[in-house]
């Protein structure tokens, strides 16, 4: 198991524990993969647009001027994203090492998740849609 220093010693805490209390799990309803594959694939041609749409726009901007520096651009672009990225793995990180603190143990004990989930949710989405 190989976790980035940064995130051995985080302070950011998630509110679970593991638990060896034996009490079975609640059974997991079944899923189809039609009610997983649909969602998927709305989102993948969201995605699809999105790429077109910015592939349009850099390609308009690499024929409207020959002036223009387009490799400047890209560079400012893929530092922005990468920046962003790098923002998200810092929100989604601690949850992962969390996880992983106790592998051998089965259960999860999570209270009051939702105020947590949901600031890190809020917080990703800030990041992303900026």
């Given at each position: 198991?190989?976790?980035?220093?940064?995130?051995?010693?985080?302070?950011f805490d998630f509110g679970f524990t593991t638990?060896?209390?034996?009490?079975?799990?609640?059974?997991?309803?079944?899923?189809?993969?039609?009610?997983?594959?649909?969602?998927?694939?709305?989102?993948?041609?969201?995605?699809?647009?999105?790429l077109l749409d910015i592939t349009e726009t850099?390609?308009?901007?690499?024929?409207?001027?020959?002036?223009?520096?387009?490799?400047?651009?890209?560079?400012?672009?893929?530092?922005?994203?990468?920046?962003?990225?790098?923002?998200?793995?810092?929100?989604?990180?601690?949850?992962?090492?969390?996880?992983?603190?106790?592998?051998?143990?089965?259960?999860?004990?999570?209270?009051?998740?939702?105020?947590i989930i949901q600031s890190q949710i809020d917080?990703?989405?800030?990041?992303?849609?900026?």
């Amino acid at each position: 198991m190989t976790i980035p220093k940064e995130y051995l010693d985080s302070s950011f805490d998630f509110g679970f524990t593991t638990s060896d209390d034996g009490l079975p799990l609640p059974v997991t309803p079944s899923v189809q993969p039609s009610d997983i594959s649909e969602p998927i694939i709305q989102r993948i041609e969201v995605i699809e647009e999105h790429l077109l749409d910015i592939t349009e726009t850099l390609n308009r901007i690499e024929t409207a001027s020959a002036d223009f520096d387009t490799t400047a651009y890209k560079a400012l672009i893929e530092k922005d994203v990468k920046a962003k990225l790098v923002s998200v793995e810092k929100l989604i990180m601690p949850l992962l090492v969390n996880l992983l603190k106790n592998p051998e143990k089965d259960t999860i004990k999570w209270p009051n998740r939702a105020p947590i989930i949901q600031s890190q949710i809020d917080k990703i989405i800030a990041i992303t849609r900026s």
